[in-house]
C-alpha cells in the first residue's frame, strides 16, 4: 500500500522560506500540487522516479526547489524560497507507479496516491 506523510509548512512573511517534505513508502514518480480556496488544484512540480528530473510550473521556477536528499532516502522536499502572497495553499505531495525512470507527470488524473496536504500560508 502506497503511504505519503507530509509535514513542514507553516506561516512566513512574503519573501521568505518554507519546506515541505513527504515520506513515500516506496519509489515513485513524484508530484506537488496545491490547491487555494475556490481554485482548482494546480501542479508545482515534479520529479522523475529515478535520475532525479524535475519540472516546475512557471509560476515557481526559479523560486522552489524539488529534491530528494539522496537517491537512496524515498523522501522529498519542496524548498519554497521568495515566496508570495498567492502561494498560500494547501500543499499535496503525490505518487505514480510507473516503470519509467524519467518520465515526469504533471496532471492530477496522472497520480494515484496523495498526501493528506499541508498548510502553506504567505503573509504581506
Known amino acids: 500500500q502506497v503511504q505519503l506523510v507530509e509535514s513542514g509548512g507553516g506561516l512566513v512573511q512574503a519573501g521568505g522560506s518554507l519546506s515541505v517534505s513527504c515520506e513515500a513508502s516506496?519509489?515513485?514518480?513524484m508530484g506537488w500540487f496545491r490547491q487555494a480556496p475556490q481554485k482548482e488544484r494546480e501542479f508545482v512540480a515534479g520529479m522523475s522516479k529515478f535520475n532525479g528530473r524535475t519540472y516546475y510550473a512557471d509560476s515557481v521556477k526559479g523560486r522552489f526547489t524539488f529534491f530528494r536528499d539522496n537517491e537512496a532516502n524515498n523522501t522529498v522536499f519542496l524548498q519554497m524560497n521568495s515566496l508570495k502572497p498567492e502561494d498560500t495553499a494547501i500543499y499535496y505531495c503525490?505518487?505514480?507507479?510507473?516503470?519509467?525512470?524519467?518520465?515526469?507527470?504533471?496532471?492530477?488524473?496522472?497520480?494515484?496516491?496523495w498526501g493528506q496536504g499541508t498548510q502553506v500560508t504567505v503573509s504581506v
Open positions: 503525490a505518487a505514480t507507479k510507473t516503470e519509467s525512470w524519467s518520465g515526469i507527470y504533471t496532471n492530477v488524473q496522472d497520480y494515484a496516491y
Open positions: 516506496g519509489r515513485y514518480a
